[in-house]
């Protein structure tokens, strides 16, 4: 009895002195204690040292092994706390650091449906586009790091542009994004709230392939929330933004007359979407969005806007494909 009790406490001990954060790892070191910003507001760390990762969370949370990796500097778009500490490859990790991030209500740009400070809405108020806050993690697969800077950048450039197409009254789109690169020999890219993880081995095969991002960030800024809306029509709002909205004209895809139909999801629904565009109304993209956001999606709804039938709408579009 004696003997087991000896073990055991042998144990704990050494569990005691094993549980012990590591020595010698340090805090890292922001360049600013706090910041202050009227749009978006950037972060940014001393480099760590070698072996060692920075991450980060945006929510005061305590870091993990599974937190961010600093790849760039940290975009922030609200007043939160921003908690940042040092890791080994082991997941073992120095004391954290908090770095006060404080949004300028005065100075900031409103978005589309968005309060400005006259009582205008983004729209009306706007002379500055603003941004969201887009950051980047390529810890996992850091040789395509410079993929993963120029879709952060399309990203940015491109995220005003589709919170106005796809603009509704009392919706303020997400602005705190993450972009997330794994390893992954399967996937291609997807969208999870404000998170859109991509595969890496896609992305090796296809480096062209550039619009994904627009595609997955369209599903950001959709945020529906009900089960009821159609496939079709998200993966056809999210490919119109993309093919015909943002690609160039050149690149446009040519559906085939033999196979296309309007709910064939992705390029094709994209193509009848931008066909009634052109055809019934110019706004009626942002109308259908509106009502998948609220809720309030029927098919009667291409009635309301274009006083035909969807399956009506379905038939000129075939024939209008046979026309060219």
Same mark, same amino acid.
């Given at each position: 009895?004696?003997?087991?009790?000896?073990?055991?406490?042998?144990?704990?001990?050494?569990?005691?002195?094993?549980?012990?954060?590591?020595?010698?790892?340090?805090?890292?070191?922001?360049?600013?204690?706090?910041?202050?910003?009227?749009?978006?507001?950037?972060?940014?760390?001393?480099?760590?040292?070698?072996?060692?990762?920075?991450?980060?969370?945006?929510?005061?949370?305590?870091?993990?092994?599974?937190?961010?990796?600093?790849?760039?500097?940290?975009?922030?778009?609200?007043?939160?706390?921003?908690? =940042?500490?040092? @890791?080994?490859?082991?997941? $073992?990790?120095?004391?954290?650091?908090?770095?006060?991030?404080?949004?300028?209500? =005065?100075?900031?740009?409103?978005?589309?449906?968005?309060?400005?400070?006259?009582?205008?809405?983004?729209?009306?108020?706007?002379?500055?586009?603003?941004?969201?806050?887009?950051?980047?993690?390529?810890?996992?697969?850091?040789?395509?790091?410079?993929?993963?800077?120029?879709?952060?950048? /399309?990203?940015?450039?491109?995220?005003?542009?589709?919170?106005?197409?796809?603009?509704?009254?009392?919706?303020?789109?997400?602005?705190?994004?993450?972009?997330?690169?794994?390893? /992954?020999?399967?996937?291609?890219?997807?969208?999870?709230?404000?998170?859109?993880?991509?595969? /890496?081995?896609?992305?090796?095969?296809?480096?062209?392939?550039?619009?994904?991002?627009?595609?997955?960030?369209? $599903?950001?800024?959709?945020?529906?929330?009900?089960?009821?809306?159609?496939?079709?029509?998200?993966?056809?709002?999210?490919?119109?933004?993309?093919?015909?909205?943002?690609?160039?004209?050149?690149?446009?895809?040519?559906?085939?007359?033999?196979?296309?139909?309007?709910?064939?999801?992705?390029?094709?629904?994209?193509?009848?979407?931008? @066909?009634?565009?052109?055809?019934?109304?110019?706004?009626?993209?942002?109308?259908?969005?509106?009502?998948?956001?609220?809720?309030?999606?029927? /098919?009667?709804? @291409?009635?309301?806007?274009?006083?035909?039938?969807?399956?009506?709408?379905?038939?000129? @579009?075939?024939?209008?494909?046979?026309?060219?």
């Amino acid at each position: 009895m004696l003997k087991r009790a000896i073990v055991l406490a042998s144990i704990v001990v050494c569990w005691g002195l094993c549980a012990e954060e590591p020595a010698g790892i340090p805090a890292p070191k922001p360049k600013v204690a706090s910041v202050t910003f009227g749009d978006v507001g950037r972060v940014e760390f001393e480099p760590a040292g070698a072996g060692l990762t920075l991450r980060y969370t945006l929510d005061g949370s305590t870091p993990t092994s599974k937190s961010a990796a600093y790849c760039t500097p940290i975009r922030v778009a609200s007043t939160l706390t921003l908690k =940042a500490a040092l @890791f080994q490859a082991d997941a $073992h990790n120095g004391p954290a650091v908090t770095v006060e991030c404080k949004r300028d209500e =005065a100075g900031r740009a409103s978005l589309p449906g968005e309060k400005g400070p006259a009582g205008t809405t983004g729209t009306e108020a706007g002379t500055t586009r603003p941004t969201a806050a887009i950051n980047v993690d390529w810890s996992e697969v850091p040789e395509l790091a410079e993929w993963a800077t120029r879709a952060q950048k /399309d990203a940015e450039d491109y995220y005003p542009t589709i919170a106005e197409k796809l603009r509704s009254d009392g919706f303020t789109p997400p602005r705190q994004i993450m972009l997330v690169f794994k390893k /992954d020999p399967k996937g291609i890219a997807w969208a999870t709230g404000a998170t859109i993880t991509y595969g /890496d081995e896609w992305i090796k095969k296809h480096p062209q392939d550039t619009g994904t991002t627009v595609h997955e960030l369209t $599903h950001v800024i959709q945020s529906y929330r009900s089960r009821k809306c159609p496939g079709w029509l998200t993966e056809g709002i999210a490919d119109w933004i993309r093919w015909f909205n943002w690609e160039p004209q050149e690149k446009r895809p040519r559906p085939n007359p033999k196979t296309a139909k309007y709910n064939n999801s992705y390029q094709d629904s994209g193509a009848f979407l931008a @066909f009634l565009e052109k055809t019934y109304d110019k706004e009626i993209v942002t109308k259908i969005n509106a009502a998948l956001r609220g809720n309030t999606y029927s /098919d009667a709804l @291409f009635q309301q806007l274009t006083g035909k039938d969807l399956p009506t709408l379905g038939q000129e @579009f075939s024939d209008s494909l046979n026309k060219k």
